[in-house]
């Protein structure tokens, strides 16, 4: 299946997520802060299939860590997640590098689908 870079902040929401997609077959590199994920990107020189990256965390937010992948891997699908509305507002910014924005918090089957909506844009 695909190659997921999952950079999420939060260990439970992090770990649910991953499993979610490991269940659909797919292969999850996990990363627990933008600049991190930004750094994994950067070792695989951008060959994942997907991000999928919450908005707000602490040392490099979602949407900087889009805005500095799509400079390096502009045909990276980038999919973004947030429980904040004034961070959904935000993410309209990038809207040309992105895939969408995923509600927080999420069920299994909503996020699965929402990947999966994602990989096949």
């Not at 627990?32 to 994994?40: N, S």
């Not at 994942?48 to 991000?51: A, Q, R, S």
């Given at each position: 299946m695909a190659?997921?870079?999952?950079?999420?902040?939060d260990d439970s929401v992090r770990t649910f997520t991953a499993r979610a997609l490991q269940i659909d077959g797919h292969s999850v590199d996990q990363a627990?802060?933008?600049?991190?994920?930004?750094?994994?990107a950067a070792e695989k020189g951008g060959a994942?299939?997907?991000?999928l990256s919450d908005i707000r965390m602490p040392a490099m937010d979602g949407i900087a860590m889009a805005t500095e992948m799509a400079k390096d891997?502009?045909?990276l699908k980038i999919l973004?997640?947030?429980?904040?509305?004034?961070?959904r507002e935000r993410a309209r910014e990038v809207s040309a590098i992105i895939v969408d924005v995923v509600q927080k918090p999420f069920t299994l089957a909503e996020i699965r689908s929402a990947v999966s909506r994602a990989l096949a844009a």
């Open positions: 190659s997921i870079l999952l950079v999420e902040d627990e802060d933008g600049d991190i994920g930004l750094a994994r994942y299939d997907l991000v891997f502009p045909d973004l997640m947030t429980g904040y509305a004034e961070q």
